[in-house]
């Protein structure tokens, strides 16, 4: 797919500028296996090995949490059946004498059924409240040790459904009658933020609440009747295609260095897919909505390639985007829903929200999967930067709706409000919205005019090679944006920023 771009290449990100250390580690499959006393190895070479655990087993530790899903899925009954092990690198620097874990599904009365867990082969009792998942570890956990977790659990599918006034934003994981979603559907260990201790906030009226560190996944989906197996779409990358497809009746996925691993599974799924340089795009949509699937197909693929060119190399090979039979849309490691709402209202032309969102939940695959942020705290880090970086596809794509975009997607709001809000101080949707997606979207014009084009995307592309596989901060932002620009632009930051430090 070519696309209308050609400038892009005057201040594109050079490619050494987007590979972070991370990328150049060791999965730990290719770990050689260990039979001997512990490491004779320096600890740069990330092959240590732990002794700590009771029964003498040598783990090798891996950068990164190692995360293995064997999903029994019983598509008619709503019903999953896991076996989840996760094996945990203490990277924390501290040792730990408990882990703590969300566990989304446990939101929803009957829905998260524990049948067994262990820490390193012993049985454990979690303690399990709302989300909030405590394990007090048998022993200290050094740092740089591992530790192995295992679950075993049943999961009840709620119905999808929109809140109600007053409720929390809890909208993916679920069922409808035409599609089963499993979205932040299995316990994981939580980011240990330094000064903060574990990143794990309550859900509130609008916006995400969870913040997540990198893991690799293993998921293997089966089916209770795998002679009639529903369409998949997941984030991960199938390991044995072609043979298998998204019909399959066994799925073997990977997903490396991925935020959060989500699955959507439907019979009536249409499947399109493009390629967008190095990443197969894939539009899910259902049949009533085939128009509206391609343009997604299209405009995801020529964001991707716009993104790609503007702030650097996107994080993983695939991305599928999902007609969702729920409100609004919500981004996942190389995936993501966005509404049967906008697929309904699609008219012929880009200038829809199917087009427009299709471009901002695929900007999240930079800003939130690979450029990771708290996001109950500090919302604004991607959600500003995925409504601005919609204006940035359309610079590339189209052009003459650049005034268009402003005025119909920010201007028609008058918005107001802080672009530091956070999910509990930003109200309901539309003044949270206001707030922090489409001030956030004028902030980053502003930053962009004082600085100038080839200053702020130079900023862009370093914010996001340096942040990259990390969880940022304000303070991260403005440190590396200052470093771009000899330009004052503390004016704009005390007008957009009610902690303008
Ligand atoms: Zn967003």
Redesign the pocket.
């Given at each position: 797919m070519v696309y209308a771009g050609a400038l892009a290449f005057l201040i594109a990100c050079s490619p050494s500028s987007v590979s972070s250390p991370s990328d150049s580690l060791v999965s730990p499959s290719a770990l050689p296996q260990t039979s001997a006393a512990p490491s004779p190895f320096p600890q740069a070479t990330q092959t240590e090995f732990s002794t700590s655990a009771p029964t003498e087993t040598l783990v090798p530790v891996p950068e990164i949490p190692q995360v293995t899903l064997d999903v029994l899925l019983d598509y008619n009954a709503h019903q999953a059946d896991v076996i989840e092990t996760i094996i945990y690198p203490n990277r924390t620097g501290d040792p730990l004498t408990q882990l703590v874990l969300a566990v989304e599904p446990n939101f929803w009365s009957g829905a998260f059924n524990l049948a067994s867990a262990s820490v390193d082969g012993n049985p454990i009792t979690p303690i399990l409240n709302d989300q909030y998942m405590e394990i007090q570890l048998p022993q200290v956990l050094a740092p740089d040790a591992a530790t192995t977790l295992n679950f075993q659990y049943t999961l009840n599918l709620p119905v999808l459904r929109s809140p109600a006034s007053g409720e929390r934003h809890l909208t993916t994981f679920g069922y409808s009658d035409r599609q089963l979603n499993l979205a932040h559907w299995y316990p994981f260990v939580v980011p240990y933020l330094p000064g903060k201790g574990w990143g794990l906030h309550d859900p509130w009226l609008s916006g995400e609440h969870l913040v997540h560190d990198l893991a690799d996944y293993t998921v293997h989906l089966h089916f209770s009747d795998p002679a009639n197996p529903p369409i998949v779409a997941a984030s991960g990358v199938e390991q044995e295609s072609p043979q298998v497809g998204p019909a399959s009746n066994f799925h073997h996925y990977r997903l490396q260095k991925g935020r959060a691993f989500a699955i959507s599974a439907s019979n009536e799924y249409l499947v399109s897919e493009q390629q967008a340089g190095d990443v197969l795009v894939r539009s899910y949509y259902f049949p009533e909505h085939q128009p509206a699937g391609q343009a997604v197909l299209q405009a995801s693929t020529q964001a991707v390639q716009v993104y790609s060119d503007k702030f650097g190399q996107p994080p993983h090979p695939t991305l599928s985007a999902v007609e969702a039979d729920f409100d609004d849309g919500m981004?996942f490691s190389g995936l993501y829903f966005l509404s049967r709402d906008y697929y309904a209202r699609y008219d012929g032309t880009p200038q829809n929200y199917a087009t427009l969102l299709a471009a901002?939940?695929t900007a999240?695959q930079w800003w939130f999967e690979r450029v990771a942020n708290d996001q109950a705290t500090e919302p604004w880090l991607?959600?500003a930067l995925?409504t601005y970086s919609e204006y940035i596809f359309l610079e590339s794509i189209y052009p003459n709706l650049t005034n268009w975009w402003w005025s119909y997607r920010v201007d028609s709001y008058t918005p107001k409000g802080w672009v530091d809000t956070t999910i509990y101080s930003g109200g309901k949707f539309r003044p949270y919205v206001n707030a922090v997606y489409l001030q956030g979207a004028r902030f980053l014009r502003d930053l962009r005019t004082r600085m100038g084009d080839e200053a702020f995307f130079a900023f862009l592309c370093d914010y996001y090679s340096r942040m990259g596989g990390k969880i940022s901060t304000k303070e991260n932002f403005l440190t590396i944006l200052r470093q771009h620009t000899s330009a004052d632009v503390s004016d704009i930051i005390a007008g957009y920023f009610q902690d303008p430090r």
């Open positions: 981004e901002h939940e999240h991607d959600e995925s």
